[in-house]
């Protein structure tokens, strides 16, 4: 595993603070190291090596509404690691599903990853298809096939780049963005079943 690397996007001062766990799905060589390497680090890594096993990276987001210290957990590709994948989706606040815009193959794999996804997470968890090398040419995937897909699975298509940063933080802070939603809306849930019990407690007591 390498080293956690930490960075932060400016805004204002916000007033929740919240901890966000994703996971990053999709066959080797699609390119989800450069993908968090360019979010996380704002660098391209030119021919880098496929991820072994794990690779956790950090990143602080601060927002208007809140600030989150997020995890991006990195599995490998391999089939031969899919097991270990499903072990670090448990506890997932998102999944990000990766492909290869050149690559039809890694497309047509995708509803193998969101299998995986969906029998680790609990429920519903908000996600995100990222179509990476949007900046080639020789693309094999429509964008109609791509946003149909994610439809399918009740996601958001974005096409990305690694390599020149097009839509890359766009695209995932948008993921961190709803995620963020869910968990304030949790919050606020728990803290007004809180209160009405409180309440309920308080009325049932004899004057």
Not at 45 to 55: N, Q, V
Not at 114 to 132: F, M, Q, R
Request: net charge neutral; aromatic share 6%; glycine share 8%.
């Amino acid at each position: 595993m390498n080293t956690d690397r930490s960075s932060s996007l400016t805004s204002s001062d916000p007033s929740r603070s919240l901890s966000i766990k994703i996971v990053i799905l999709g066959n080797s060589s699609v390119g989800k190291t450069c993908l968090l390497s360019r979010f996380c680090d704002n660098i391209f890594l030119e021919g880098g090596m496929p991820t072994i096993a794990i690779d956790l990276r950090k990143k602080l987001i601060v927002q208007n509404e809140f600030s989150a210290n997020v995890e991006f957990w990195d599995t490998a590709g391999q089939e031969r690691y899919h097991s270990l994948a499903k072990n670090f989706l448990r506890g997932a606040d998102g999944v990000i599903f990766a492909f290869d815009l050149t690559d039809e193959q890694s497309f047509e794999s995708l509803p193998i990853w969101v299998e995986v996804a969906s029998e680790c997470t609990e429920g519903k968890i908000p996600s995100l298809v990222l179509g990476n090398k949007c900046d080639q040419g020789n693309k094999e995937v429509t964008l109609v096939r791509a946003n149909d897909f994610a439809e399918k699975i009740g996601s958001v298509f974005w096409e990305v780049s690694a390599r020149d940063r097009t839509n890359v933080e766009e695209a995932i802070v948008s993921l961190i963005r709803r995620i963020a939603e869910v968990e304030i809306a949790k919050g606020a849930g728990s803290k007004k079943n809180k209160l009405k019990g409180k309440d309920e407690r308080e009325t049932g007591k004899c004057c």
